[in-house]
């Protein structure tokens, strides 16, 4: 079993850039592939794959909506995860989550048996 727990979120204007990142501890980390999810605060919502990265760093996916302006990587060595943000915009605006599971890498969040608590990132306009 692994635990992961976020940090980087915050409140950043328009055009502006955050980092998050993801601490693994438990499990060696280079065994999982991680993934960010998002979830926006509107009723029936559901957490909206953002990014995935393979257990060695060697393969990336993004969301459409973020190609070109997320980047995914991990340090295997300090079990981190990390999400930069840039050109950040209000439909950015959620509760982002990492998540773990064993081996491939999915698009699916209910292929992750593991997940963090979440950080809030607030985009103003």
């Known amino acids: 079993q692994v635990q992961l727990v976020e940090s980087g979120g915050g409140l950043v204007q328009a055009g502006g850039s955050l980092r998050l990142s993801c601490a693994a501890s438990?499990?060696?980390?280079?065994?999982?592939?991680m993934g960010w999810f998002r979830q926006r605060q509107a009723p029936g919502k559901e957490r909206e794959f953002v990014?995935?990265?393979?257990?060695?760093?060697?393969?990336?996916n993004y969301a459409d909506s973020v190609k070109g302006r997320f980047t995914i990587s991990r340090d295997n060595a300090n079990n981190t995860v990390y999400l930069q943000m840039n050109s950040l915009n209000p439909e950015d605006t959620a509760a982002y989550y990492c998540?773990?599971?064993?081996?491939?890498?999915?698009?699916?969040?209910?292929?992750?048996?593991?997940w963090g608590q979440g950080t809030q990132v607030t985009v103003s306009s």
């Open positions: 438990g499990r060696t980390s280079s065994n999982y592939a």
């Open positions: 998540a773990a599971r064993r081996f491939a890498v999915s698009l699916t969040a209910d292929e992750y048996p593991y």
């Open positions: 990014s995935a990265i393979s257990r060695d760093g060697g393969s990336t």
